[in-house]
């Protein structure tokens, strides 16, 4: 049995971080039916949902139906699965809970599933519940009218630690604390993650071989803190935090700049972002790394002061899909190019010649006495080492 089947909750008392998410919860099953006949818990992944709703199930003697909203493709499986258990009453139990996980699973490939899913809970006679990991997307417009909101927030590092402590206590594991805070922040919120990973720690002989979860902060947190928030004495480390570098960086905010600016702030934020672009050439043809700095800083402090006031409004950031896939194949070619060039030199044949015998070439550039040899960068050994 693993850890997070073992040590799942079993009532609202063991649920931790979320007080505010719980009594709003409490409150719309016992006041059932009110305004609304169906609520969203919308959260990050591991922040405890599904446990919430069962746990709420347990002390409220009620039934629970769940059902995974990827499995409900079209309106006939939505009205066949959901609809007669939505009029039915229980047979053994005091009530009935229908609770519809990962709702976000629905897509707008699916045929009439979401508007029929909208009809249901207007008609049902018992409660619905929906868990989401992002229910902001605009297809759920409607269904967010038809849905009380409850907000699930992303657990404190120092509560995860809290739950590891406990749990590595009742399995006699013994591991130092400075180990289960690394662990603690590494989840970034999510409890099952953790305690999955404490499990793998227990089972494991050397702890370095642990896979690290995410180390740098996610792309998406940091865009909100630039593009949200005014700029201070933390802005311009931000991006030391993302796995990215600044030109990967620099097409994240191209792409979301306009979804969440308007107006002068646009003009003002992509003044300061084609300045960057200015100094990133300058670096790249004259090999002036100094001016990074600057750079850098005209990507953060210079994008975040183009606003005024601190935004409040949801937005869904976008991924620069083709820019970014032509911008890493043009990457990976100036990589072959130069490795190319290098060894054509040494070797005094022609670059054309050496790009296109690269495939057996690149196994004889993976000695690393051949490298020094050529004086590659760590970037084209990298990228020699990839295959």
């Not at 971080?17 to 719980?22: F, L, N």
């Not at 868990?131 to 409850?150: C, G, M, Q, Y």
């Not at 960086?249 to 600016?261: A, T, V």
């Amino acid at each position: 049995m693993t850890l997070t089947e073992k040590y799942k909750p079993k009532n609202l008392n063991e649920i931790k971080g979320q007080d505010e998410a719980v009594e709003k919860l409490k409150f719309f099953i016992k006041n059932f039916p009110s305004r609304r006949k169906a609520v969203i818990l919308n959260g990050p992944a591991g922040s405890g949902k599904t446990s919430l709703v069962h746990c709420l199930a347990q002390e409220t003697n009620s039934e629970i139906l769940e059902l995974n909203a990827s499995d409900l493709r079209n309106r006939e499986e939505i009205e066949n699965i959901i609809g007669s258990a939505s009029q039915q009453q229980s047979l053994f139990s005091k009530g009935k809970i229908l609770l519809i996980d990962e709702v976000d699973g629905i897509t707008k490939d699916d045929r009439g599933g979401l508007p029929e899913l909208i009809r249901l809970i207007q008609t049902t006679k018992f409660p619905i519940i929906l868990t989401s990991n992002n229910v902001w997307d605009r297809k759920f417009s409607a269904l967010r009218r038809k849905a009380e909101l409850i907000q699930l927030k992303e657990l404190d590092y120092k509560i995860i630690f809290e739950i590891l402590k406990d749990l590595s206590e009742k399995e006699n594991l013994h591991l130092k604390e400075d180990l289960l805070t690394s662990l603690a922040i590494k989840a970034r919120g999510d409890v099952r993650a953790a305690i999955n990973d404490l499990q793998t720690i227990s089972s494991e002989t050397s702890h370095e071989d642990i896979h690290e979860r995410d180390k740098e902060e996610s792309i998406f947190q940091v865009l909100k803190q630039i593009l949200q928030q005014l700029p201070n004495h933390e802005t311009l480390w931000l991006y030391d935090k993302v796995n990215l570098n600044l030109d990967e960086i620099l097409l994240w905010l191209e792409k979301n700049i306009p979804l969440e600016y308007n107006g002068k702030e646009i003009y003002k934020a992509f003044e300061a972002l084609s300045k960057a672009d200015v100094f990133r050439g300058r670096i790249h043809r004259q090999q002036h790394w100094r001016f990074l700095v600057y750079q850098n800083f005209l990507m953060s402090v210079g994008v975040s002061s183009a606003k005024k006031q601190v935004k409040t409004s949801f937005v869904s950031y976008e991924k620069p899909s083709r820019i970014l896939k032509i911008w890493l194949i043009n990457q990976k070619l100036k990589k072959k190019k130069n490795i190319s060039e290098k060894y054509a030199k040494y070797c005094h044949i022609s670059i054309k010649k050496a790009m296109k015998d690269f495939p057996l070439i690149r196994q004889i550039l993976k000695n690393e006495q051949v490298q020094q040899e050529l004086r590659l960068d760590e970037e084209e050994v990298e990228f020699l080492n990839q295959s």
